[in-house]
């Protein structure tokens, strides 16, 4: 895909990455290898070729296999460095990334190599590449409230690694009450919260988030524009979405990209921003998701441009590193127009 010069150095922060769908075939196969694991996928084309979902379930199988070769804090290492060095090469300056620690644990990986490994990658890219990043912890939904519960405490010792706590996986059937006394735990032990709603799940599963757990965003939120109130609100309160277009199409979300809500939302005055989700299988990274929503939707270099200044105020990052960045997209915005 050609990304547009104006794209390629726009200045934006990525929100909703999460770290295990950033593991691109070639090095699945290379650490599987490293390992001695089989994957019963033997090459590149045949990982690929199997990366065609009709749901979000399609996706997550796959996903949880693919991850399963992931075993040394080196492994987790490679795999962020991978993620910061393709970013870093697209123009983001800070990066929210959220990790399935149950996803690993259950397997026997414990807690501390996987956080250490990615921890360790992100020192790494503040040094090296000047972006700065937060961690999100996610619950996987469709495990029960106490595997949560325990997670958290597994977590704790590690607090001031980890900004904020998320949910993912599974979403139908599994509401956002389900987590409503994990994620009061986690706000009063000091985390921002985020959720994963209205991907698949109805319009009640965004307002839950919002009213149960919470949140400060909504990943997804494509199902709230059936709620005509809901919709209000979430403009009203400037409650950040954090809009993946390349995943909602792999995972037929929308049938086709041209019918994607971004025009609706930015329409309803929501503040979305702009993600790639898994960019490993969904066929993009960052600035080929902004370049799909620019090629359907005709969208301005100014329009383009508040995404990602909304991509830098929906952050958790340091008031500090806010003005700095915000400064360094006013001074690309002023240069390019
Ligand atoms: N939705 C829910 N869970 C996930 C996703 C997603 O898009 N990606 C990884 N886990
Ligand atoms: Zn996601």
Redesign the pocket.
């Known amino acids: 895909m050609q990304i547009s010069s104006f794209i390629s150095a726009l200045p934006k922060a990525e929100l909703h990455l ?1 770290i ?2 950033t593991f691109e075939p070639e090095l699945m196969l290379y650490i599987a290898d490293r390992n001695g694991i089989d994957l019963q996928f033997d090459s590149v084309d045949s990982l690929r070729a199997a990366y065609n979902f009709s749901n ?1 379930q399609d ?2 199988d796959i ?1 949880y296999q693919g991850m399963n070769v992931l075993l040394t804090e080196e492994d987790f290492y490679d795999l962020t460095l991978a993620y910061i060095e393709r970013v870093g090469a697209q123009a983001v300056r800070h990066v929210e990334i959220f990790f ?1 620690p149950q996803a690993h644990t259950a397997r026997g990986i414990v807690f501390k190599t996987v956080i250490d490994g990615i921890w360790r990658a992100l020192e790494t890219a503040r040094e090296k590449f000047d972006i700065s990043s937060n961690l999100i912890l996610c619950f996987l939904r469709h495990l029960d409230e106490a595997d949560a519960i325990a997670t958290l405490h597994e977590a704790l010792p590690y607090r001031d690694r980890i900004t904020a706590v998320g949910l ?2 599974s ?1 139908s059937g599994h509401p956002p009450s389900k987590f409503e006394r994990v994620f009061a735990l986690a706000r009063e032990a000091g985390f921002y919260c985020v959720a ?1 709603a209205g ?1 698949e799940g109805p319009p009640d599963y965004v307002v839950e988030a919002l009213d149960l757990l919470k949140v400060s965003r909504i990943d ?1 939120g494509n199902r709230a524009l059936e709620d005509h109130a809901l919709t209000r609100r979430l403009a009203k309160e400037k409650i950040p979405m954090t809009v ?1 277009p390349l ?1 909602n199409h792999k ?1 037929c979300v929308v049938k086709d990209l041209d019918d994607h809500p971004l025009p609706t939302m930015l329409e309803a005055g929501l503040m979305v921003t702009l993600n790639s ?2 960019p490993a299988f969904f066929g993009g990274y960052i600035n080929e998701n902004f370049q799909v929503m620019k090629d359907h939707f005709d969208l301005s270099n100014e329009v383009l441009g508040s995404i990602a200044r909304n991509s830098f105020l929906a952050s958790f990052m340091s008031g500090e590193r806010r003005s700095l960045l915000l400064d360094e997209l006013d001074a690309y915005m002023a240069g390019s127009t």
Do not use: A, K, Q, T
């Open positions: 999460h295990e769908g979000l996706f997550l996903y399935d993912d996986s979403e994963h991907e997804h993946c995943s995972l989700d898994d």
